[in-house]
């Protein structure tokens, strides 16, 4: 069966246009609970109350608000927060392109399909185009009332799109403050640890790592419905090793054996 | 230097170097209250029970999950119960080339930094730093944090260890079921296409793209706070694919290597005449020339505004 798309919308690189829908690529498996009242078990509602009267309020008396001074809110309205969100409305132009494997990962927030609307073929070209280049194209998306950057670039058979942090919002090593000085590793730690890299060295398959606390608290709900005590287990600490050549000497012996 | 979010060691073979945690990505969104219309007072979400519709504390919350139609309630302490032991170290299992990671599995980017000032902290911190630079390597790892283990991969940048948080297989949608059409792209349109994409090409430059929206909405804000009004521009239309895909490529490429912008391809080609300003209200003509940089437009009008976007 066909995913459900999000949104429709139309790229364009110049004169071309290419009409698209938009999937999401990605959804959390994390188990999600309901919350109830412990006592009865009764499902908690929430209420959104005003502290001033101490009443509920209903949705359409509540309005967004930005603090601009301690207790001074600016009042927007839909159409204001809309302003914000430029008039770009379902385009997204493609102004620019840059080689994809340029982009750091720390850029990319939210990735996306986009799949073909009405009409196959500028899909067809838009992604053969993007694959051979190796390059990703650079434009803004507008989405539920507000504007991201992007980048589209071909992912096996489709078209992704990348929502991009900003360069603001990405903390950079330099900002760390890390310590300096001190005695670099010598060349021996250096060739040791190598070593143990290679031999950890794996293929990346990704279906290979399964979420193992999903599956844990999946099995804990089983047991609770069956009625089991569930035992109430402590946790315990790691050693930290002092000796940095014994530990990576140690660890390199240990996976030889 | 940011908060610590976490702390304990990233542990290598038995090397265990002590690390803190601290976050790679700020947020710069602006955040808006709930506010009561009538007196401007913040809402406060508050949880009442539906049975016996009386206010509950925190503490008395359970968490419920629907299996096969029957509910499970469980607490917080049985929940506990199943964090994974070693809940203060990032056990590195596998190194992995960075370039075989596609970044659709990156979620969210921390840096891991050395915890406390000693020595072999420190040494052993850059002699991972020194290595995973060298190879080319990402370090793959699980470790927990609130309660919920990640898989994680720690990678350098800039000179530091970054970790950032994976998404696990089956959370990523497979990309077969979304439709392509399956078209057979021309090739002679592919090179058109590959060449316009060439035209265009430039470094990637992160300053360069700034938070429109963001800056956007602090305008509208400061002319809110003013007592001025703001009204939402009028969206782009969509416009239909060319009849002519051939056609539109060509005369792309045409524009592109003429060294033409991309927008000024576009906006002469789609009405023909190039005067698309004529539609546009006074307020998205200001917007435009403030984008364009056009210096004394607060005064001028609207027809002013056109006739210096044009020569812009």
Known sequence: MAPRSIWNGTITFGMVNVPIKLYSATESKSVSFHEVHAKDGARIRHRKICPKHDKEVKADDIVKGYEVAEDEYVVLTKDEVKAAAGDRGKVIHLEEFVDASEIDPVFFEKTYYLGMRDEGEPYAVLHAALKRSERAGIGRFSFHDREYLVAVRALDDVIAMHTMRFHDEVVSGGDLDLPKGGRKPSADEVKMASKLVDMLERDFDPSEYEDTYRASVLDLIKRKAKGEEIDLAAQEEPEHGDDLAAALEASLSGSKG | ?312
């Open chain 2, 1 to 312: 230097m940011a908060r610590a979010l976490w702390s304990g060691s990233l542990s290598f073979g038995l090397v265990n170097v002590p690390v803190q945690l601290v976050t790679a990505a700020r947020d710069l969104d602006l955040h808006f209250h709930q506010l009561h219309e009538r007196d401007n007072v913040r809402i406060e979400q508050r949880r009442f029970c539906s049975e016996e519709d009386v206010e509950v504390a925190w503490e008395e919350v359970a968490h419920s999950y629907d299996l096969d139609g029957k509910q499970v309630v469980l607490t917080d302490d049985e929940l506990g119960s199943v964090e994974p032991r070693k809940t203060r170290t990032i056990e590195i299992e596998a190194f992995v080339e960075l370039a075989d990671v596609d970044p659709i599995y990156f979620d969210h980017p921390y840096f891991l930094v050395p915890a406390g000032e000693a020595e072999g902290t420190i040494r052993a911190y850059r002699l991972l730093v020194e290595v995973m630079t060298r190879t080319e390597r990402v370090a793959l790892g699980r470790f927990v944090m609130r309660a919920k283990e990640y898989l994680a991969a720690v990678r350098v940048r800039d000179g530091a260890l970054e970790l950032t948080t994976m998404r696990f297989a089956d959370e990523v949608r497979p990309t077969k079921p979304i439709p392509t059409g399956k078209a057979k792209a021309k090739s002679k349109a592919v090179e058109n296409a590959v060449s316009i994409i060439e035209e265009l090409t430039t470094e990637w430059k992160p300053e360069g793209c700034t938070d429109c929206y963001r800056e956007r909405l602090e305008r509208v804000i400061r002319k809110k706070r003013k007592g001025g009004t703001v009204k939402p521009p009028e969206p782009e239309r969509q416009p239909k694919p060319a009849p002519d895909l051939m056609a539109a490529l060509e005369r792309t490429l045409d524009g592109v290597r003429k060294g033409a912008g991309i927008e000024k391809v576009r906006a002469e080609t789609a009405n023909g005449d190039g005067d698309e300003l004529e539609g546009l209200s006074k307020g998205e003509l200001a917007e435009r020339a403030k984008d364009a940089g056009i210096e004394g437009r607060s005064k001028m009008s609207k027809k002013e505004l056109a006739e210096a976007l044009e020569d812009a």
